[in-house]
């Protein structure tokens, strides 16, 4: 079944760290989306890239950083400018044409120790 | 730039309620409109769209209703169960200028069903 896998589902960064989330999907889509969910904010936008090797910053972009080398794969490194990175990290696709809507990986949840 | 805003939760309901989350958007032109639910500890899954005005969208007993004149796509359902507990999110299609396409999202809504 196609899908996309986000891995590892849980990860504790120590300060100072650099920490890289990964991203993969099967779907043959063109678009991939990383979004940070704190409780009570909703989701909000960090990178996007809508072909590969090309990405644009979303709202939060700094203290992050991605890579798009290959149409599967969309990894989020989290760098230790990034001063509170604690949350849950969610990867999405869709099709180049957005009103099909996203699909989403299951998250990372990320903490710091 | 365009932007989405729903009612504050949390919101608890018993078992067989009538149930409506409000969504009001502000955009340029009609995008399209979605709902999204995501149950603890998982991504969020698509429950339904919109694609133009007057549309309805509708799955698993919810259904909502895409009106330009109020700029609105209200979340309802008919008589909720213990398994519809979850965070609902709204969200519009937002198409840049410059041709970058992304999804914004309301706040979350978070619903909890008792029995």
């Known amino acids: 079944d196609g899908g996309i896998t986000q891995s590892p589902k849980y990860l504790f960064r120590k300060e100072g760290q650099n920490v890289t989330l990964s991203c993969e999907q099967n779907?043959?889509?063109?678009?991939m989306y990383w979004y940070r969910q704190d409780p009570g904010q909703g989701l909000r936008l960090i990178y996007y890239?809508?072909?590969?090797?090309?990405?644009q910053k979303g709202d939060i972009a700094e203290g992050y950083s991605v890579s798009r080398e290959k149409k599967e794969s969309f990894p989020l490194t989290v760098t230790s400018a990034q001063k509170n990175p604690t949350a849950f990290y969610l990867c999405?696709?869709?099709?180049?044409?957005?009103?099909?809507?996203?699909?989403f990986g299951s998250g990372t949840r990320l903490t710091v120790v | 730039g365009n932007s989405v805003t729903q009612m504050e939760g949390p919101v608890t309901l018993s078992e067989e309620a009538f149930l409506t989350i409000n969504c009001t958007y502000t955009?340029?032109?009609?995008?399209?409109l979605f709902w999204y639910v995501q149950y603890p500890g998982e991504g969020l899954q698509l429950l339904l769209k919109?694609?133009?005005?007057?549309d309805k969208g509708s799955n698993k007993g919810f259904e909502a209703t895409y009106r330009k004149e109020t700029t609105s796509f209200h979340l309802e359902k008919g008589s909720v169960q213990v398994s519809d507990s979850a965070v609902y999110f709204c969200?519009?299609?937002?198409?840049?200028?410059?041709?970058?396409?992304?999804?914004?999202f309301g706040k979350g809504t978070k619903l909890t069903v008792n029995p």
């Open positions: 779907l043959n889509h063109d678009a």
């Open positions: 955009a340029t032109g009609y995008p399209s």
């Open positions: 919109a694609t133009k005005a007057d």
């Open positions: 969200a519009l299609h937002d198409k840049a200028q410059g041709g970058s396409e992304k999804l914004v």
């Open positions: 999405a696709t869709t099709r180049a044409d957005t009103n099909y809507g996203y699909t």
């Open positions: 890239s809508q072909i590969v090797n090309d990405f």
